[in-house]
């Protein structure tokens, strides 16, 4: 029973209220905003349990691997609800749900560089040197 993480050894596995190594779980988040957290924490696509998604994911509390072709399950290893998309490729989309749309291809604002511009209220000129030290 030592061998399994600690998230598995309470009475009927995950502890209802922890999250991974028993630290609380956020209250009220449901377990899309706990995909969209965890994508905007660790920069990858990231899917929660119950969603139909093909591909390499990776847990996000222990990084067990799985290759996916159905609903995603909750990990077999220390129970998290939350998967990172391990693939190369745009971030696949779960069955069920629409494409994003693309953005589209606005052009962007013509950037003009100055040298001795004033900028008003007698500001004195900065001088730039490369090389010195600030010790």
């Not at 609903?71 to 998967?83: A, D, N, R, S, V």
Request: charge should be negative.
């Amino acid at each position: 029973m030592s061998s399994l993480p600690p998230q598995r050894t309470g009475p009927g596995g995950a502890q209802p209220g922890r999250g991974p190594g028993q630290q609380p779980a956020k209250r009220g988040m449901s377990p899309k905003q706990g995909a969209e957290d965890a994508e905007r924490r660790l920069g990858i696509p990231c899917f929660h349990q119950g969603q139909v998604v093909s591909g390499l994911f990776g847990c996000v509390a222990c990084q067990f691997q799985i290759r996916n072709r159905k609903g995603l399950p909750m990990c077999p290893q220390c129970g998290e609800i939350i998967w990172g998309y391990l693939e190369d490729g745009p971030r696949p989309v779960p069955e069920g749900e629409d494409a994003p749309v693309a953005p589209r291809n606005e052009p962007t604002p013509q950037v003009t560089v100055q040298d001795n511009v004033d900028l008003g209220g007698g500001a004195s000129q900065v001088t730039v040197e490369e090389g010195v030290k600030l010790d």
